[in-house]
């Protein structure tokens, strides 16, 4: 019995964090706030990288897919209805790889804090995500105001969009957790996620329309959860269509099983971090 008892009272203690962290969140803020700010502290233009770094993309691929291959987002659209959509795709996608990239070596770039047994270290991954989220909202004003300009009008389903940031942040937080304990253990594991997420990222529909790629490959692109995500985005800031519902519920469900594991083996892990660290 007391053994039973003692497995019990284990499991609690592994998820209790989880349960406890929206009462962390006086810590959580200005962890994000700083990490939002540290990727451009330094330098001469500041927070206004965050906008020409994105920017500077669009145009590449804008100039290449649009100007040199003609490609289209939209039958009849033009060169700037491809950069918006390219724009709208990119936003999600960027927050994601950004958060997982950069959680990669959280704990690491904390070592300070891993032994301190009072510490939440689950909170360095959830301060990260929403360092990558707060990144893109400011993008999405941008997008919406750039809609604004070039369309002379903004749609109601943008209000939306709160529905698709909820499972979009639980799929960061899973990957972020998980990658966070990751690279405690395997060095390597910022070069390889690099490799990953730019597959993943020409895997999914963010520079292309879902329209080029061949009717074979379409049930393959439809396993990707970010098809779905990126879709219902472009549905509702920029067609004025409701989320991609199906599509969406397939990618909360992936994202609901992500944030689980990833936070089972932090949880299961970090008890460990002092020791290699």
């Known amino acids: 019995m007391r053994g039973m008892i003692s497995a019990q009272t284990a499991r609690r203690a592994v998820w209790r964090p989880l349960w406890e962290l929206p009462r962390r969140f006086d810590l959580i803020r200005p962890l994000a706030r700083r990490m939002f700010v540290a990727r451009y502290r330094g330098s001469a233009l500041g927070l206004v990288w965050a906008v020409l770094t994105p920017l500077a993309l669009i145009a590449v691929f804008t100039f290449l897919f649009a100007g040199v291959f003609g490609a289209r987002f939209t039958s009849g659209g033009s060169t700037w209805d491809y950069a918006l959509y390219l724009f709208c795709g990119l936003l999600p996608w960027t927050a994601f790889q950004e958060s997982v990239q950069q959680s990669s070596g959280v ?3 904390h070592a300070n804090l891993v032994k301190r047994v009072v510490f939440p270290l689950e909170t360095l991954p959830v301060a990260q995500a929403l360092a990558a989220i707060a990144g893109q909202l400011c993008g999405t004003a941008a997008l919406l105001l750039a809609a604004l300009f070039m369309r ?13 940031l909820a499972p979009q942040l639980l799929l960061t937080l899973g990957a972020s957790w998980l990658v966070a304990s990751l690279g ?15 597959v993943w990222m020409y895997l999914t529909p963010v520079i292309y329309p879902e329209a080029v790629v061949p009717e074979r490959y379409r ?11 990126v879709r219902s985005y472009r549905n509702c800031l ?40």
């Not at 405690?184 to 990953?196: K, P, S």
């Not at 049930?219 to 995500?229: E, G």
């Not at 920029?238 to 969406?248: H, I, N, Q, V, Y």
Request: hydrophobic content about 60%; overall charge negative; proline content about 6%.
């Open 152 to 164: 002379g009008e903004l749609h109601a389903t943008a209000l939306w969009l709160p529905v698709l």
């Open 219 to 229: 049930a393959l692109l439809s396993l990707n959860p970010f098809t779905h995500l």
């Open 238 to 277: 920029l067609e004025g269509l409701p989320p991609d519902w199906p599509g969406l519920a397939y990618f909360t469900l992936v994202a609901l099983a992500a944030f689980v594991l990833g936070y089972w083996w932090f949880a299961r892990t970090r008890k460990n971090f002092a020791d290699v660290i």
């Open 184 to 198: 405690v253990f395997l060095r390597d594991t910022a070069q390889a996620l690099a490799l990953v997420l730019m």
């Open 107 to 109: 704990v690491v770039a």
